[in-house]
């Protein structure tokens, strides 16, 4: 990230698609919530992947790839300030190189809906907080 370029990273959601992303050269991938969804529970990203299926997911994905850059998608952190931090190191236990938080306003529920949300100026600002609680990991 230092570099400034782009960093393109597929989404995977187990450990054999990160393991096919592997094979075809990529450096990173990021462990999606609604392909997760998907794939565990045959359902849309509306908010039933929990905090637990997530951590599990991300254990078995890293371990799979532990020379990869995994990035896990980690909702609004299930809940307040506190459930932020347990998530960031719960997503850190299991290896993760950083975590993907949104802002409840600037969520989009499924990927299908309309996105309504802050400005993108004041979903940064919001995130701020959430950068203190683990600054030697990647939040985006």
């Not at 609604?34 to 908010?47: H, Q, R, S």
Request: hydrophobic share 45%; aromatic share 8%; net charge negative.
């Amino acid at each position: 990230l230092a570099g400034g370029e782009s960093i393109l990273m597929p989404g995977v959601w187990d450990p054999l698609s990160a393991l096919l992303a592997q094979r075809a050269g990529f450096h990173t991938v990021f462990v999606s919530g609604f392909a997760v969804a998907g794939t565990l529970l045959g359902e849309p990203d509306i908010g039933i992947v929990d905090q637990a299926n997530m951590a599990d997911v991300a254990r078995r994905v890293c371990a799979a790839v532990p020379n990869m850059c995994v990035v896990v998608d980690a909702d609004t952190g299930y809940g307040d300030e506190r459930d932020v931090q347990i998530t960031t190191e719960l997503w850190e236990s299991a290896g993760a190189s950083g975590c993907k938080l949104a802002t409840r306003d600037f969520w989009v529920w499924g990927c299908l809906r309309s996105l309504m949300g802050v400005p993108h100026r004041k979903a940064l600002e919001n995130q701020n907080p959430r950068k203190q609680i683990h600054p030697q990991k990647v939040l985006f």
